[in-house]
Every structure is written in C-alpha cells, then in structure tokens.
C-alpha cells in the first residue's frame, strides 16, 4: 500500500484525506516516481472547490490532488525513454502529486510534463517550477517583454509573480508590482518597485511612472489589465493569467501551456547562477495537507509554499 490524497466532492481544504491506496506501478511508456516535495498552486484548490474548473482540466470525483512534484524516479516501465532509476525529477501531474508515488508518461506528447532536476536544486524548490514558472514566462512571453521596458505586474508578491518580477527584470525591465503593502520589503528584495493593489491604482502608477508603462501582466483578476488599458498601454502588450478566455479590452489570456520549450531551463539556469531565488514561504508534512492548502487558498503568502512526502 502506499499514500495519496484524496477527495470525494468537490469544496474545500475539508475535503481532502489523507488515504491508503494500492501501490501504482510503471506501465507502458511509464515512470514512477517516488515524491520528495509537492509545490502547491491556486490551481491545485480550484479544481479540488470548484467543479466548473475542474471540468475544463477533465478531473472527476473521486480525484487525487496536487500538480508540481519533484522526487527521484524508482520504476521504468517498457518503452519509457530518456529516465533511469534513481533520476532525480521534476514535473507535473494533475490531480495526482500530492501522493507516495506517481506515474507519469514520458511521450513528448502527454499531457504529463517531466524534467531532470539539476545538480543543486533541491526537491523543494524544484517542485515549485513547473506551473508557476511556466506560467510567468509565458505572460510575458505573450507582452514581447524586452529591455527598457517598464512594466505593470499585478499579483507580484505570489507564486507566479516571485518568478515574473525576476524574469522581467533580468530582461532589462523596470518593474512596478502590486500587492499588500505588507509585500512591500519582501519585492523590493526582488528588484520590484511595490504598490498597493485597490482603488486609486492609475493615479498611483502615473506619480512613480511618470513617463508611464509600456507593458503589464495581470497575475490575479483584472485591474492591473483595466488599470493599463486606462494608461493607455496598447491591448498587446498586456496579458493576463485568471480573466478568462475573453479578457477585458482584447488583453492577451495566456498561461503555462504557451510557454517555450526553454523557458524551465532558463529558470533553473537562473536559480544555480544565484540570479533568481524562490522565496518558499512555508512547508508542510503531507499529513498537514489541509493547514497547507488553506494558508495557500488565503492569496496572503508571500512566495511558495510546498507539502513534503
């Protein structure tokens, strides 16, 4: 027998357990991967809260939970290529990370995703990757950041944002990021100009922009999207992560999936460089799964927080 968690209907941290369940094993065209970490996204709530989302990923009830995970691989099963036993790995799997063990297919073309964890990042940071790495290259990716550039980021101090606010300004940007003013020291230490999110956001951009912004990225709802389109930023230089497929304005919806295919090795380039760090906020047991997952659904972390196995 091994571990996993689990829910049984959709709602909220309450609803998932902690259960025994038969060892999976390696099939065709299969790793298994022994879990060491666990990164947690608000993806990873969403789906377990709310069946509309889960819908669209094509996760049912009963259903595991968790995406990003990190962990050496154990089993090769026929046909699996490019792993060996006792590769230290990192990748994503939907509604299935959060467990002792996970079988992930390593053809280019599933919908699985799985990378060798380089010399020198541990568990814990590379489980924080895939998603919100991902995620952050591709929303600036789709506003065709570049040097010289000032840019807008809405949602900076969170999971995505740590990574957005470090690639932005290792592009040669001027970042300017919203959050809660108690974020402010924590994205300064990032290399972002903090502002507080809420009513009053254009007027409060145009005081420290004079010059204004030519580019944003909205990581959390729509005002940061509305607040540049009211600066005057044209709609393609504007992206958004969490509005939806029709976006205010024509604004670009991205996510991970539109990332490049180098854009996890720029990161962790970064990261063994000592040029991009991952501000892990808290870490849990897997036995605290539910303690971990409500502080991350509260929005109020600053960084990661990751669940170990």
Known sequence: MSRAVIYQAFGGPEVLELRDVSEPHAGLGEVRVRVAAVGLNPMDWLLASLPEVADQFGVTVPSGFGCDFAGVVDEVGGGATGFAVGDRVYG?????AAADFVVVKTSTEASDALFHTPEGISDEVASTLPVAGLTAAAALAAIDLRSGDTVLIGGAAGGVGVFAVQLAKRAGARVIGTASES??????QLGAEPMAYGPGLADRVRTLAPDGVTAATDLF????AETALALGVPPKRISTIAAGPNP???VRATGGTDAGPDALKRITDGILAGRITVPIAATF????IRDAVTLQAGRHVHGKIVVTV
């Open 285 to 288: 047991p897997i036995e605290q």
């Open 183 to 188: 974020t402010f020291e924590f994205l300064r």
């Open 221 to 224: 709802g729509t005002e940061t």
């Open 248 to 250: 205010p304005g024509g």
């Open 92 to 96: 994503g799997a939907v509604g299935r």
